[in-house]
């Protein structure tokens, strides 16, 4: 992936969220979530993640998308006891890349699912470790991300007719890096266990008694970088059409064909509006630009063909939102709308 965050951004992530988190108004973990949601954090991690693209030298677009998950969609087999939800949370990046007529095609795509936790019991507020938690619900939600049994996917659990049959994910590592689980304290926090959590909201890989160790920011920067990191957090996956699935095996297109059944079922319902309150999507774009037409993105090189040198845009690195709306209102010309995206002269 081209996002590449240092440590100084991994910092300022997980300061963050401790900003964001660390007075909660209640200590259910949807509640806590959604802060992860806020309109204010995905601002802040868009900020952080533009910055950390500066090095990127191809012509590129970069992406990435926090869904939410919860209960939409859930899974049924034959190793759970009941339809269980995938996880609370997942993040997609993919970057793309753009020729010179406007056209797309994939470089990298990547996801992980994450399911998140509070920690409410005293041996757990000290050391929080996977599992967190009591119930079948809870022993159903390890079963499924630590092992990963074959199963159907269906939209919800009222949906009769499974969208996806026979999925068997099939992780090539162990601990599998699909999923990970997040944890925040389910109460306040003594001053005896406070170094366990450097960050409000913790990360564990999905196995036995594997501690929750890791802060967002570190889980967010190893997730970019891919697999050539000791942590693995997420597994790569195929966009539809980017390329064909016969050479990847069974295993790879079925995680493929999950992440994007996930992407299209989250485009479909809204988020729950007891906490999100109405009309709420259910994905958010913190970087995107796959809004553009092929025609629009086609606009776009010849905007920074025709106008780079005459001083009005920059001739390489980032095109903004900011640089095309002064443009184009001095020019009175309508402007695109888009997050951020890069240009660069191959």
Known sequence: MFVNLNTAEITKIDRFVDLKCRRPKSYGELNQLYQLFSIDFRQALEILINRSLLGCSQRTICNVELGWID???????????KRTELGDAVIFAYDQKCDSQGNLSQIAARAVILQAKVARSKTQLANPEVPVGYGKSTQDEFKLLSGWPQFDLYNTGGTKKPCIQNVNVAPKCSPPSEAWFLVAPGRGIVAANRASWPCWWMAGKASSKARCSTTIGTLLADFFKGSSVSLQVGADFILPGSMSKSSKGKAACDWSDLCNEIRKILLIYKAPVSIFGPSQPRIYSILSQNRFTLDERKKLLQLRS???????????????????????????????????TRFDED
């Open 306 to 340: 025709t106008f780079a040198g005459r001083g009005c845009l920059p001739s390489r690195g980032s095109i903004n939102t900011h640089s095309y709306r002064e443009w184009g209102r001095e020019k009175r010309i309508p402007i695109l709308n888009f997050t951020f």
């Open 71 to 81: 209960k939409i969609p859930v899974v049924k087999s034959s190793a759970l006891t």
